[in-house]
Structure formats: C-alpha cells, structure tokens
C-alpha cells in the first residue's frame, strides 16, 4: 500500500504558484521522497526527489519538512499545460529493486 | 536524455490471441525495467520488475505464465500477454531504471493501450 496521503484534487490559477502538499508521515530515514505527475492517457513524468533537503529544478520546488513527515511541491508559475495528476510517492527499499508504490495523487486543474 | 520508447502505442485484438509489447530505453542503459498497468480512474498498479539477463520478479496476484517478460538486452524489454481476454484490456505501462550515484529514478515510457474484443 502507498504510504502517502494527497488531496484528491487541487485547483490552481493560471500563472500562479501551485502548492502540492503530501503526507508521509511514517517515511523512514534512507526512504526518498519522489514527484511524478500523469497527464491524461500518457505515461507519468518525472518532476523531482529529495531526501532532506528542499531541491529545486527546472519544473518544481520540493519542500521537506525538518522531521521528513510531510513535503510540498511547488510549481512556481503554474500553466495549463501543467494540469494533471500529481504523486507523491517514497520510494520502497525492496532488495535491489527499488519498487515505487504509487497512490491516487492530487488531480491538479489549472484554470485560465 | 532518459526517453523510454514504447510500442504499439495502441492495440485492439481478438480474445485469445497473445500481445507483444516492446519498452525500449532509447538513450541509456537499463538493467532494471518495471511493467505497470493502469485501469481507468485508478493509480498505476506494479505487475513485475524485469532484470536484464535473468528471470522477471512478479508482485502478488500477477500470474507469471499469462504476462511473459523478457528483458534479453540493456535497452529492451518485452511484455507479452498470452491469451488475452477482455479483462486483460487496460493501460500498460514500462519504465526503466537509472542509477547514477545518489541519483535513482525511473522513466517512463507513453503508454500501450490495449483492448481485446
């Protein structure tokens, strides 16, 4: 089972800052935090990953809190072409194989 | 960098028959590949990890004899349904593992959908 709580769906302004919030709370200390989102009827996307520290790159901003329950990712100037399905997803240590167990997401609408 | 390639992209076929389909990692190596599938509404769902040169590891209720994997090369694997049926119609999904220091992720390929009749 996914080990992340996300709201079921979000709306945002165009142009504006969207804030995606996860909840992980029973994250252990060697599990990351990842960020992929699905538009529709595509493959998912990778956005960004952390550990500890916040983390920024060309598509978002990742928000970790000091004690690691809880993230938020941060699209900065959110467009339409952003609308999609957000996960938040910590990563499993299962051998080698580093399995991701994936959620139900935040369905993010951006809105002209 | 880091683009999966899947094919078909689509597929219709009669119940019965057997699928190939092909996840191809286009600009990199992967020793690990992972087959998903996703129904309508709902989140992606593991089926199996695929380890260049030896035998796919299944999740639980996946049966190994249905869905065949082969993942003969550092930039292909394949997913064969055998006897498809009409439950079996859904949203199959590859992506393939990379590794670079501290940097683990996966990417993932567009998607087959399949529909069998």
């Known amino acids: 089972d996914a080990k992340t709580t996300q709201p079921t769906s979000m709306d945002c302004a165009e142009g504006r800052a969207a804030n995606l919030p996860c909840n992980h709370s029973?994250?252990?200390?060697?599990?990351?935090v990842y960020w992929y989102r699905q538009i529709h009827s595509q493959g998912p996307q990778y956005i960004i990953h952390?550990?500890?520290?916040?983390e920024t790159n060309e598509m978002a901003s990742l928000i970790i809190t000091e004690d690691r329950k809880s993230s938020t990712l941060i699209l900065p100037h959110a467009t339409l072409r952003d609308t999609a399905v957000y996960y938040c997803?910590?990563?499993?240590?299962?051998?080698?194989?580093?399995?991701?167990?994936w959620g139900l997401g935040t369905s993010l609408a951006v809105n002209p | 960098g880091a683009v999966v390639s899947q094919h078909p992209s689509w597929v219709i076929c009669k119940s019965g028959t057997s699928v190939k389909i092909e996840c191809r990692s286009l600009?990199?190596?992967?020793?690990?590949m992972f087959w998903y599938r996703q129904f309508p509404k709902q989140s992606l769902m593991l089926m199996a990890t695929?380890?260049?040169?030896?035998?796919?590891?299944?999740e639980q209720g996946v049966e190994k004899d249905k869905f065949l994997i082969n993942h003969a090369s550092l930039t292909l694997s394949t997913l064969t349904v055998t006897s498809a049926h009409p439950e079996d119609s859904s949203f199959y999904i590859c992506?393939?593992?990379?590794?670079?220091?501290?940097?683990?992720?996966?990417?993932f390929g567009p998607g087959t959908r399949l529909t069998v009749l």
């Open positions: 029973t994250i252990s200390g060697n599990e990351y």
């Open positions: 952390g550990l500890k520290n916040n």
């Open positions: 997803i910590v990563r499993v240590n299962a051998g080698n194989n580093r399995k991701l167990i």
């Open positions: 600009d990199f190596q992967a020793t690990t």
């Open positions: 695929s380890n260049e040169g030896s035998k796919a590891t299944y």
């Open positions: 992506s393939a593992r990379v590794q670079e220091g501290v940097r683990d992720t996966q990417y």
